[in-house]
Structure formats: structure tokens, C-alpha cells
């Protein structure tokens, strides 16, 4: 045969579909929420989609601590409707059309509903492959995946005593904080000059955090030396210059990372912060839409993008950011959090282990319990995260353990709890 016919002969052959590959067609049976209170105070919302091959469904996160019960109204009035009859293999479409559906886009409730949609649709294309989602991504390009530790104390001998520790179980990242989110900033309850018939509580202040911070981290370096990698979240809680000037007195310890030195409402402050200092910045743990990242990629501001996978959508868009970062040396920082759940944390791995923009992930543990309820959960070991292997996410959900433990109702709607200042005023986190 000739070549031209040779080529003829491949140009005109079919494309073949899933069924002359021998599989099916699939179709979404059924949208379940699976709600559960399993273990601490935990709110977690899974999305469980069944599809019509028997057996065959996918699971994924659609946590929301702070607005569960608005997150599963929208799961099961709007997204479940939309979803039925339609084709789980399509994921990039049934994420597009998602994300439009709504005509008003990228809040935090409709991208956690979008979340437990797209990564249960990636745990089923895994399942029906027989792949782990990382080989659908593109196979594992580490290991493992390094996780930075958080380390703590309520005074600086404290808090060597815990990065110590930290070291020994072999982490080489270690996150230090001086007590909670803006300890060191805190004057304590009833000190200071209050307002008349103000309130009473420990206070926060950002320019005793600003003298505070420095010399504690001095002092950890003088203890642990410079061989652990050190980060620091400031959560927000430092305006503008406030914030250049703390990164500039953070620069001699060679931070990691310092995270979230600003809000989202002042990341303008960036470029001085880059003009004055060469302390590493990873930012967005609050970020929910992608559009917040681009000009800090773009113009190289920060140095890692601190998300939540499913935050922002799921699989499908924190695969994307990454790609984004990769170019321009931005890395990925995939945020965790006491109460997040382990479906999210093996999103984040699936695309940690599989992305050559992978900068370090933040570790998430759990209690035992947990593993009875979700089977498959993801473990740290010598400061790295392993999952299992098995096709799709790798995890399931023990539906009646779930059952068991309810969803349960916080006090005040289980608000974000706010710092305040002296004179009163609410402190952004
Ligand atoms: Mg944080």
C-alpha cells in the first residue's frame, strides 16, 4: 500500500466512542448529598453521583464550613436537577456549563457546589479507567507530596519546643504561629485604654504584632538554625504599610513563605511589599474566583497561590491556576485547614503529585474515626501525603457511619469567629 494510501485509510476511519471501545454509554442517575458531623465539630457536604452503570459512582467535597446548609439547598434544588440524564464523562462541559447556569458566578457556595460535582465526575472517569486521577492528569511527576507541619506554642520556648518536635517526625516544613491567628498582636483582656461602656475582650493591635512577630522568629532561628523551612500566616490582619514593613523585618529569617500578609481587598499593596523586600509571599486562602490571581501571576508578585481546590471549583480550575503558575514560577500552596475533609485534601494530591508547578501542600490530619468513614483517606507520613492508588480519588463513604453522625447545627449559624480591636472594631481575617 502506498503511503498516501496508508494515510487515507487512517484519516477515514472512524473515531471510536466509548461504546466501540467497549464501554457503555453513561448517564447520571442520581445527585445524593451526604452530609455528616463524623468527629469533632466537622460540617462536611459531599456530593455522591451515580451514575447508570452498576456499581460505578464518584464522590467529592463540597465543604463549606461557614454555609453548609446553603451549599446542600443548592446541591439538591439547583445542581441535581441540571445534572440527571447527563453525560458524567464530559467534564470540562459539565464544569463550564455549571459554572454558567447560575448567570451569577464564582461566589464561594457555588463553587463548592461545583466542587463536589467536578471531583466526583474526575472520581468516576478514574473508576471507569482504572486509574488514579494523578495518571489522568498526566502521571506523577514526585514522589510524594511534601506537606508543610503547623507549629505553635504560647511563648517562644513553646514554640521551639513544637518545631522541634515537628522536625523529628521528619518535616522539613514547618508553619510557626505565636498561639491563633494574630497571636503576638493581642492585648489582653481588660488591658489597654478602652472606650467607655466598650467591650472588654483580648484586643487586637496590628503594630504589637508588628514588633512581636520578628524577634520570635529570631529566637527560632537561633534555637532550630536555618535548615527547617519556616512559614507564617498572618491571616489578613496587617493594612498596607503595616504589612511592607512586617515583610521587611521578616526578611533575615528566610521565610518559606509568609501567607496572607494583606486581604484580598488590598493585594495592590503587593508591589510595594515586592519593591522592599525579598520575603517569599503565598496568598488566596480566602480567593475564590481565578480572575483575583491574574495579576499577581502576571506581574510575579507572589510566590505561591494558597487556594482551597475546593474553593475554587474543584479538580478542573485548581488544575488550571497551576498551569497558569507554571510559566511565570509561581507555585501552588493548596490551603487545608482543621476543618476541611480528606475527599478535598485528595483533590489537592491528585494534582500536587501530577504538576510540575507543585510547590508544597499544607497538612490536614484526622481523627481515627474518620478513616471508618471515609475509606481511602489520605495519610502523612514523615511529612509526606501518600494516597492509595486505587482508580479515581481513591476514597469512598461509609453512608451509614455518615447517617450516624448527623450534620449538626453551630451555635449563632457557625460564623467565622472575628478579632476585634480596642475601640471595638472587627479585624478582617
Ligand atoms: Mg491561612
Known amino acids: 500500500m502506498l503511503r498516501r494510501d496508508l494515510l487515507r485509510a487512517f484519516w477515514a476511519a472512524p473515531i471510536l466512542s466509548p461504546a466501540a471501545k467497549g464501554l457503555p454509554p453513561l448517564t447520571i442517575k442520581e445527585v445524593k448529598v451526604i452530609s455528616t458531623s463524623g468527629g469533632r465539630n466537622y460540617r462536611w457536604v459531599f456530593v455522591k453521583i451515580i451514575t447508570s452503570e452498576p456499581g460505578l459512582y464518584g464522590i467529592g467535597s463540597a465543604g463549606n464550613h461557614f454555609q453548609p446548609y446553603a ?55 478514574g473508576k471507569r479507567a482504572g486509574m488514579p486521577v494523578y495518571d489522568l492528569l498526566g502521571g506523577k511527576v514526585r514522589d510524594a ?201 485528595l483533590a489537592a494530591y491528585h494534582i500536587d503529585i501530577s504538576h510540575p508547578a507543585f510547590g508544597i501542600q499544607e497538612e490536614n490530619n484526622f481523627p481515627e474515626f474518620v478513616r471508618e468513614l471515609l475509606p481511602g483517606t489520605a495519610e502523612i507520613r514523615g511529612g509526606y501525603l501518600y494516597g492509595n492508588g486505587k482508580p479515581g480519588l481513591g476514597i469512598d463513604i461509609n453512608e451509614a457511619l455518615a447517617a450516624k453522625h448527623p450534620l449538626q447545627a453551630a451555635p449563632l449559624g457557625g460564623h467565622y469567629p472575628l478579632d476585634r480591636t480596642l475601640d471595638g472594631a472587627v479585624v478582617r481575617p
Open 71 to 125: 451549599v446542600i439547598a443548592a446541591i439538591e434544588k439547583h445542581l441535581a436537577p441540571f445534572l440527571i440524564g447527563k453525560n458524567p464523562e464530559q467534564i470540562e462541559d459539565l464544569w463550564q456549563s455549571g459554572h454558567l447556569r447560575t448567570y451569577w458566578r464564582n461566589g464561594p457556595v457555588n463553587n463548592n457546589v461545583l466542587s463536589g460535582m467536578d471531583m466526583a465526575l474526575w472520581d468516576i472517569k
Open 145 to 345: 507530596v511534601p506537606c508543610y507541619d503547623h507549629c505553635g506554642g504560647n511563648s517562644k520556648e513553646a514554640v521551639v519546643e513544637s518545631v522541634q518536635k515537628s522536625m523529628a517526625k521528619g518535616f522539613r516544613h514547618i508553619r510557626v504561629q505565636l498561639g491563633a491567628y494574630g497571636g503576638g498582636g493581642f492585648i489582653p483582656a481588660g488591658q489597654g485604654s478602652r472606650p467607655e461602656g466598650g467591650r472588654g475582650g483580648s484586643a487586637f493591635d496590628e503594630e504589637v504584632y508588628v514588633e512581636t512577630i520578628p524577634p520570635l522568629f529570631d529566637y527560632v532561628r537561633s534555637k532550630v538554625g536555618f535548615g527547617p523551612k519556616l512559614c507564617h500566616d498572618v491571616h489578613s490582619h496587617l493594612s498596607g504599610i503595616n504589612a511592607v514593613d512586617f515583610c521587611r523585618r521578616m526578611q533575615p529569617f528566610q521565610m518559606f513563605f509568609i501567607e496572607d500578609v494583606l486581604a484580598p481587598e488590598q493585594l495592590a499593596w503587593y508591589k510595594q511589599i515586592r519593591q522592599t523586600s525579598t520575603t517569599a509571599q503565598a496568598v488566596g486562602e480566602l480567593f475564590t474566583h481565578p480572575f483575583e490571581y491574574l495579576p499577581l501571576i502576571n506581574e510575579r508578585l507572589i510566590d505561591f497561590v494558597r487556594c482551597r481546590v475546593s474553593s475554587i471549583g474543584g479538580i478542573t480550575p485548581a488544575k488550571k491556576l497551576a498551569t497558569i503558575c507554571e510559566p511565570l514560577g509561581v507555585r501552588t500552596a493548596f490551603q487545608e485547614g482543621g476543618e476541611n475533609d480528606p475527599v478535598n485534601q
